[in-house]
Every structure is written in C-alpha cells, then in structure tokens.
T-cell receptor, first 111, second 111 residues
Framework: SQQGEEDPQALSIQEGENATMNCSYK?????LQWYRQNSGRGLVHLIL?????REKHSGRLRVTLDTSKKSSSLLITASRAADTASYFCATDRWRDDKIIFGKGTRLHILP | DGGITQSPKYLFRKEGQNVTLSCEQNLNHDAMYWYRQDPGQGLRLIYY???????QKGDIAEGYSVSREKKESFPLTVTSAQKNPTAFYLC??????????FGPGTRLTVT
C-alpha cells in the first residue's frame, strides 16, 4: 500500500541552484519523514516533521508540511554534486507500527 | 560504532533454493523491519517486529519468513515459494518515533 507519492519522479538542476521535491499522502498522519538514498546503498534519515509542525530546518534542508492539503515539500538550498541521490518521503499513522514509503524523486545535480 | 549490518552484500542463488539474509543491529532498538526494493521503485514492507519473539506481516510477506530470537538480530529467509525473489533487500531498525536506521542492503540474484 503506497501512502506517499513524490513529485517530480526525476529532477535535474545545476549545482548551486535550489531543489524542491513534493510529497502527497492519502490519510491522516502522525509524522512525515524524508530520507536520502545514494545509488545501491541503504537509506539515510534526513528530517522528521510532526503533524502539528508546519516547517522544520536542518542545515541546507527545509521541510514544510500542510496537513490540510496532505502534502509536504523538501527544499535543498545551494545544491552540491553530493546531493545527487533519490529522496523518499515516509509517513506513519497514529497507533500504526510501520511507516510507508513513497516511490521517491531522483535528483541529479549537474556540474 | 553503532549501526546496522547486513550480510552478504551480494548473494547469488539457484531457483528453488531457500536463502537467509542476515541483519544485526547494536543500536538497542526494539523495532526492526525488512523491505524489498525493485529498480526505480520505493520500499515495500515484507515483515516487521516490535519486540523479541513477535513479528507481523507487511504488505508482501508471501514467500518470506523471519525470526526474532534476539533483540539484535532479525534474519530474513527468502523461500522457494517467492515467485520473483531477485531484488535489493534492506533491513532497518527504528526509534520509538519511527525514525529508521538502515543497513547497506543485500542484492539477491536468483537464476
């Protein structure tokens, strides 16, 4: 069962530009998380935002959450070559023991 | 050095053989998860365990089995009943707020 859906599926930008990825989900959530996956590796946790929060920052990352629209966005500012990866949103629901991942956005930073 | 280890990194098996993938964590997390990832896709949940000696089926449990005899270990067996076992398998453990820590993955090829 797919809860989150990222948009766009793929994104190519020039190094130094900002990258924005979106995530939409279907049902009410408890938390929403963003993860990064480099090719052929495990996922790395980036940031978690709770359902009662609207915005969160971590370094060059900015995450927003709009529960009325059931959507979240991840902004990476001043992109670097090392940001090239796939980015996944994941949601969990109240009293549910698992989190559900979307299909991801493939981000490619051009030199 | 805390983290999750998965072994082996690459695994090749003949069709009809069972194979067991190892997952060990020293993060003292209660919850552990197994996911399957196919090329260009998100993660699909196979099995998860919230506590020792207890586990639940995820979305695609058919053809797989697990055990949770120790807190640190959550091995996954891919049985001959799994119709399309070739995939990238990821193990994770999580904190109480569902922030997940992933292993490096095992790429299984069945021919």
């Amino acid at each position: 069962s797919q809860q989150g859906e990222e948009d766009p599926q793929a994104l190519s930008i020039q190094e130094g530009e900002n990258a924005t990825m979106n995530c939409s989900y279907k049902t009410s959530i408890n938390n929403l998380q963003w993860y990064r996956q480099n090719s052929g590796r495990g996922l790395v946790h980036l940031i978690l935002i709770r359902s009662n929060e609207r915005e969160k920052h971590s370094g060059r990352l900015r995450v927003t959450l709009d529960t009325s629209k059931k959507s979240s966005s991840l902004l990476i500012t001043a992109s670097r070559a090392a940001d090239t990866a796939s980015y996944f949103c994941a949601t969990d629901r109240w009293r549910d023991d698992k989190i559900i991942f979307g299909k991801g956005t493939r981000l490619h930073i051009l030199p | 050095d805390g983290g999750i280890t998965q072994s082996p990194k690459y695994l090749f098996r003949k069709e009809g053989q069972n194979v067991t993938l190892s997952c060990e964590q020293n993060l003292n997390h209660d919850a552990m998860y197994w996911y399957r990832q196919d090329p260009g896709q998100g993660l699909r949940l196979i099995y998860y365990s919230q506590i020792v000696n207890d586990f639940q089926k995820g979305d695609i449990a058919e053809g797989y089995s697990v055990s949770r005899e120790k807190k640190e270990s959550f091995p996954l067996t891919v049985t001959s009943a799994q119709k399309n076992p070739t995939a990238f398998y990821l193990c994770a453990s999580s904190t109480s707020s569902y922030e997940q820590y992933f292993g490096p993955g095992t790429r299984l090829t069945v021919t």
